[in-house]
């Protein structure tokens, strides 16, 4: 057993209680972290940070109460030093100025080794966090799905229709899959160095796999994502891995892999996931982050999970990710209440 109960759910051993921690836990509605922000003068500087980034990403930890610390950071970085000029413009998002449409443009990007070994701010980050976390916590580090990662490439900013992609994918699939092994192999080294810097957990996330449809997502997405895990579970079998690809509950009966945990998004209903996953994988999530503005449909919700899975192997989550708005207190009852209901005798 190990002195971290979100370490042992991952891997499906028996805990005191459900634990529980939510997807963008260190953001923006919490005043405190605001305050950081505005220090940091912008998103990409609080990213480059390592004290100012260490310090949010411990946050939520402290002030709602949640089982593990994700690192704050951003899926973007890993493409900004493959050598993509990455802009967070106020009320666009983040914007590449230079998408990669073509083989020049492919070529030009910067190689595994030498892009994650630029990523040093993330890892110093890391390192921190290690030093200030109480041990009974965990700390999750994370990546971008190469197929969600190229989305921002390509499209050079975030899209509604994906239709650049999808061209290439339908009339160029060989460039496609070009790209996709590139940022594979830099996201393999990724994680690797997250992990001896300190992280118990990785997590990757497949923010846009809804958007492809299901043999193409079987084609240019879970394959890449399981070539990642396999790579980290062969290196680390002691370290926990959850995938998180959001939108795909058509595409459960195709879902296999070597990793730990499946993160279940809010779409996806949770018996539905038990039935198709739950013999072979833990299962987190997935309460709607619009429940948490409501205490009542929040415990409507937590309970009902709770009898869900109360013979399943699960990890409170939220589906998505939690909202700016949400107010504290809300969030903090979210964690107090996941626990309360889940306690074992």
């Not at 759910?9 to 963008?24: D, E, I, L, N, S």
């Not at 083989?103 to 080794?113: N, P, R, S």
């Not at 992280?199 to 449809?213: G, R």
């Amino acid at each position: 057993m190990s002195d971290k109960i979100f370490v042992d759910a991952c891997f499906g051993k028996p805990t005191p209680y459900t634990p529980v921690w939510m997807m963008r836990q260190a953001g923006r509605y919490l005043p405190q972290y605001m305050k950081v922000r505005e220090k940091a003068g912008n998103f990409l500087n609080l990213c480059h940070n390592p004290e100012l980034a260490a310090e949010v990403t411990l946050q939520p930890v402290d002030i709602v109460g949640v089982d593990a610390a994700i690192l704050f950071s951003d899926i973007l970085v890993v493409p900004n030093e493959m050598g993509m000029e990455l802009d967070f413009i106020k009320g666009e998002g983040p914007v590449f100025a230079n998408p990669v449409r073509d083989e020049k443009a492919l070529d030009a990007l910067i190689g595994a080794e030498e892009a994650a070994d630029k990523l040093t701010y993330v890892y110093d980050t890391i390192k921190l966090v290690r030093e200030r976390l109480a041990d009974d916590k965990a700390l999750i580090g994370f990546t971008g799905a190469p197929w969600t990662l190229a989305t921002y490439m390509i499209e050079g900013q975030g899209t509604k229709t994906y239709n650049i992609c999808k061209k290439l994918i339908y009339t160029e699939p060989e460039f496609m899959h070009k790209l996709l092994a590139k940022v594979t192999e830099v996201v393999k080294y990724y994680l690797e160095k997250q992990i001896e810097a300190g992280v118990d957990v990785v997590q990757i996330f497949d923010s846009w796999a809804a958007a492809l449809e299901k043999s193409k997502y079987m084609e240019f997405s879970w394959p890449y994502m399981k070539e990642i895990a396999a790579h980290i579970k062969a290196k680390y079998p002691h370290i926990p891995i959850i995938m998180f690809p959001k939108g795909i509950p058509a595409y459960l009966d195709e879902i296999d892999g070597d990793f730990d945990v499946f993160g279940v998004d809010w779409s996806t209903p949770m018996a539905l996931a038990k039935e198709k996953l739950g013999e072979r994988y833990v299962l987190q999530g997935n309460m709607e982050p619009c429940r948490l503005y409501s205490k009542e449909a929040t415990y409507e919700c937590v309970t009902s999970i709770a009898e869900t899975m109360k013979e399943g192997r699960h990890i409170f989550n939220l589906g998505h990710g939690i909202l700016p708005d949400v107010p504290v207190e809300n969030a903090k009852y979210f964690v107090s209440l996941c626990k309360e209901v889940s306690k074992r005798a």
